[in-house]
């Protein structure tokens, strides 16, 4: 006897077409190369107007901010939580320019999906099932990161929690996986690209900059993102990433985020 597909509403099988979701009116998944930028934490209101103007600039179409950060110590910094969020949704009204932003609990889901375009659901809430179903009960795509110790199976079955709940507008996120390679923060398994492609209609990108953990190393791996038919991807720059609050070894400086565009091209 077949055992039971652990995921079906995903699945390949069930939708032949591939899904293009909405991002306050920017496509992915349609076919056009979709660059998502921004920092890793919004850290005040002055640096996300910088960090959008030079985002549009480039020809990046929606702004990222993380506001309420996932971290690993305690005694890091944690985010601006809803002030920045109230920073993030003036910023991209300004600029007229999508924002996504990652939530980590299910209470905040409604608050934090009302004030963004599109909600983050982080590597280390990929299975965090009451998080899943609490996206999945909104009218906003939901960007779903990949776990760092999870497999695409996990993956999938992660994005069917969201689907079962009704909503339908999941982008997948490759961004890194733990191995035993220690030169990079994670392994960016690249071949996720073309597996998922082959076993889900939903968009996939992919997050060079945690993956690599070191700016050098991040415009390499857009380049093969997009050669391996990634439908965008999700970068961190700062105004002066040596100052940033987190992350500042993998964002790239206004320069560089210009130069990989360019290269992109
Ligand atoms: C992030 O995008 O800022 C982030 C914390 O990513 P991840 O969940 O992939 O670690
Ligand atoms: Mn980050």
New binding site residues.
């Given amino acids: 006897m077949n055992k039971s597909p652990s995921y079906q509403l995903v699945s390949r099988a069930y939708r032949e077409n591939r899904t293009s979701i909405n991002v306050g009116g920017i496509q992915i998944g349609a076919g056009e190369f979709v660059v998502i930028a921004g920092p ?2 919004v850290e005040s209101k002055e640096q996300l107007l910088l960090c959008a103007e030079e985002a549009k600039r480039c020809g990046a179409k929606v702004l ?1 901010g ?1 506001c309420f ?2 971290r690993t110590s305690p005694y890091s910094f944690q985010g601006l939580g809803f002030q920045a969020l109230s920073y993030l949704h003036e910023v991209g009204k300004f600029h007229s320019i999508p924002v996504i932003t ?1 939530v980590l609990d299910a209470r905040e889901v409604s608050e934090v999906s009302r004030q963004v375009d599109v909600v ?1 659901v ?4 990929m299975q965090n099932t009451a998080l899943l179903k609490a996206v999945g009960a909104i009218d906003k795509p939901v960007l779903l ?2 776990g ?1 110790m999870s497999s695409i199976e996990e993956l999938l079955c992660a994005a069917e929690y969201i689907v079962t709940q009704g909503n339908e507008q999941v982008i997948l ?1 490759e ?2 996986i733990r191995t035993f390679e220690t030169t990079t923060r994670y392994t960016l398994d690249l071949s996720a690209v073309p597996v998922l492609k082959e076993l889900t209609h939903l968009p996939i990108i992919v ?1 060079p ?2 993956a690599a953990g070191r700016r050098s190393l991040v415009p390499a791996l857009s380049c093969a993102a997009k050669a391996v038919g990634a439908d965008g991807l ?1 970068i ?1 720059m700062h105004p002066q990433p040596d100052l940033a609050l ?2 500042g070894a993998q964002s790239l400086d206004f320069m560089e985020f210009e130069r990989l565009m360019l290269e992109l091209r």
């Fill in positions: 890793c934490s990222r993380g950060k996932p990652e983050q982080g590597a280390r809430n990161k990949r760092m996120c961004r890194g997050d900059s945690h999700i961190e987190s992350d």
